[in-house]
């Protein structure tokens, strides 16, 4: 028996659960149900304690690509193997929500916009796309196929991860020092780092200042990688020319939090990169399925490096 904790549209993912395996009994917070019989929890923005009454869980499924709302919390023991989403749809997301980011200041939309709201008609010189150096903090899942399509248009693409891998197209760097070194030549810097203890508060001022003048910050990672008033600060003071932040310290973004209404800042709602239900049902059921099968499925978190 499966216990499923989503929202919205839980009905659908019943539906897909049901297409998807017929035989396999899933439950809902709405149901009555024996909890000692639930063997497996997937589960979005799993709320305080959901573990806790789940006494014979034998696997978690993470409805998305970060674990961070699952690791290190203390109703569920890390020796129950957790397992995330690989892409399941979301490569695509990102590749495009970074590109708009790119292209909006590569071809000065937000300045266009800024003029079309004081009626003015000004042409600035556009920029080609090899001018344009991509640097792409994370190569996972999601950010080696943002790496590989966005090199593939003819941006120069650099990489930082924790250990080196070849990627056709791509400079990878490692360590502190690799990641000064790229991060002094992007003219646009990507975070697609896993929310850990390593990466929180990474995207300092210390870091930041290392940027070109003039570059920009895409975050679609997680808000707690950034130091806000770091970013203001090199925002207002022209170091850095614009970001654009999917997420946030605290979410949904408070209402007077100065993100909003900064013109250089482009807010959007923990939206670059949603979990499609039908990719993301065939992958749980294809994991629980290698789990009855005594087999270990790709995703599987491993809980030294929580993530
Ligand atoms: P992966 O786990 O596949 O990739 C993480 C990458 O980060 C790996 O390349 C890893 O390096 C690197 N990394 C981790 N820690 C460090 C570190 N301390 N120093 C250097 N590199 C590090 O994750 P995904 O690509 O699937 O997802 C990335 C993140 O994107 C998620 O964790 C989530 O926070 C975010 N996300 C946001 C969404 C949104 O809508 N805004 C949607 C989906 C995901 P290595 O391979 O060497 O271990």
Not at 250 to 258: G, I, K, M, V
């Amino acid at each position: 028996m499966l216990y499923l904790h989503i929202e919205p549209d839980q009905q659908l993912w019943l539906d897909y659960f049901a297409q998807e395996y017929p035989d396999l009994q899933v439950v809902t917070a709405d149901d009555d149900y024996d909890a000692s019989q639930i063997r497996w929890v997937a589960a979005w923005s799993p709320p305080k304690d959901l573990f806790a009454k789940f006494t014979n869980l034998e696997a978690v499924f993470a409805l998305g690509a970060g674990v961070d709302a699952f690791v290190r919390r203390d109703d569920l023991s890390p020796e129950v193997p957790l397992v995330r989403l690989l892409d399941a749809g979301m490569a695509d997301q990102m590749v495009e929500y970074i590109l708009w980011a790119t292209l909006t200041v590569q071809r000065d939309f937000d300045t266009y916009l800024e003029q079309q709201r004081q009626n003015r008609w000004q042409e600035h010189t556009a920029r080609m796309r090899h001018q344009m150096r991509l640097g792409i903090l994370g190569l996972g899942a999601l950010g080696q196929q943002v790496a590989k399509t966005l090199a593939s248009y003819g941006y120069p693409v650099s990489g930082w991860k924790r250990s080196a891998i070849e990627l056709d197209g791509v400079d990878v760097f490692t360590g502190d020092e690799g990641l000064k070194q790229l991060v002094s030549q992007s003219d646009v810097l990507i975070s697609l780092l896993p929310n850990t203890p390593q990466t929180q508060g990474l995207l300092n001022g210390e870091l930041l200042s290392r940027l070109p003048k003039g570059a920009s910050l895409v975050n679609v990672a997680r808000g707690v990688q950034v130091v806000d008033e770091d970013l203001l600060d090199l925002l207002e003071s022209g170091h850095l020319r614009f970001a654009a932040l999917d997420v946030f310290h605290e979410e949904p973004l408070p209402a007077d939090h100065p993100y909003w209404q900064h013109p250089k800042v482009f807010v959007t709602p923990h939206m670059a990169a949603a979990t499609l239900p039908e990719p993301a049902v065939k992958q749980v059921v294809a994991s629980l399925k290698k789990f009855e099968a005594g087999g270990e499925p790709e995703g599987l978190v491993r809980p030294e490096s929580g993530y």
